[in-house]
């Protein structure tokens, strides 16, 4: 049980952290700089998957995304040549280089020939009564590599609940695409899939800062534990309770890093 003082920090935190100045210091002002539903989806799942190392460095490399693909994601994945790709040859981001590259291209590509919206990527084995997302992610992780020619290294940069981990970027790009947002942070482009079925995205600084609130215990994180830590914070939002992960990750780290 959430303690009524507990509960007042993570409200006022949330209504602190959620706000449109959160924006230019995230990684999710990478699909806010496009106006197109599959524009946001491309480079939202994109710099998600990128999200880990120096913030810096994740933007610009996204950035660098952006310019190879003419600055239209979309447009390019759609209609590229095979003779295009050799742009890419050089991208790379820590371990994600360029076979990684190639397979997220023609991954975009396949679905998007059949689909007008990343979402139903994502639908692939849950169900409405589903209590979490947690079907939708192994199913998706089934979907995105169904292709014969996949490369093996490309499977560590997409987390999946059966591999026991917290799947912390997915959940995040889930967050962003899902969450209806009347601050205007998260995007809500998507209906199918609803915001009580999300997953905390369980990084260092959210998991400090529960632990530290007391609503987990300080352990590893994988996927038991970020089920835990959102099935607690179901107590204050059944409808929407991955919203306190502004509260949690804010919290967890310097507020002047964020603000400054």
């Not at 990128?50 to 810096?56: H, I, T, Y």
């Not at 591999?163 to 998507?190: P, Q, T």
């Not at 300080?218 to 502004?246: C, G, H, I, M, Q």
Request: overall charge negative.
């Amino acid at each position: 049980m959430i303690s009524e003082k507990i509960a007042a920090i993570l409200d006022e935190k949330f209504a602190f952290f959620n706000h449109p100045r959160f924006i230019e210091h995230d990684p999710i002002q990478i699909p806010h700089r496009f106006s197109c539903l599959q524009d946001k989806e491309i480079m939202g799942f994109w710099v998600a998957i990128l999200a880990w190392g120096q913030r810096k460095t994740i933007l610009q490399n996204a950035q660098t995304l952006i310019e190879l693909m003419d600055g239209t994601p979309y447009e390019f994945i759609l209609g590229h040549q095979a003779s295009d790709l050799k742009r890419f040859e050089h991208f790379k981001h820590r371990t994600f280089q360029y076979p990684d590259t190639l397979y997220f291209i023609d991954f975009f590509h396949r679905h998007y020939q059949n689909n007008n919206s990343l979402e139903t990527a994502f639908n692939q084995g849950l169900k409405a009564e589903d209590l979490s997302i947690e079907n939708g992610l192994n199913g998706f992780y089934d979907y995105f590599f169904q292709s014969e020619w996949a490369p093996e290294r490309t499977k560590k940069h997409i987390a999946s609940p059966l591999k026991n981990s917290a799947c912390k970027r997915i959940n995040m790009f889930l967050r962003w695409m899902v969450r209806k947002d009347e601050a205007g942070v998260d995007f809500g482009l998507w209906n199918t899939i609803k915001p009580a079925q999300l997953v905390c995205p369980l990084d260092v600084h959210a998991m400090r800062t529960a632990a530290q609130l007391g609503l987990m215990k300080e352990e590893k994180a994988n996927w038991k534990t970020a089920l835990a830590l959102t099935e607690t914070l179901r107590e204050l939002d059944p409808s929407d309770p991955v919203k306190y992960d502004f509260a949690l990750y804010g919290m967890g780290i310097e507020e002047k890093t964020l603000w400054k």
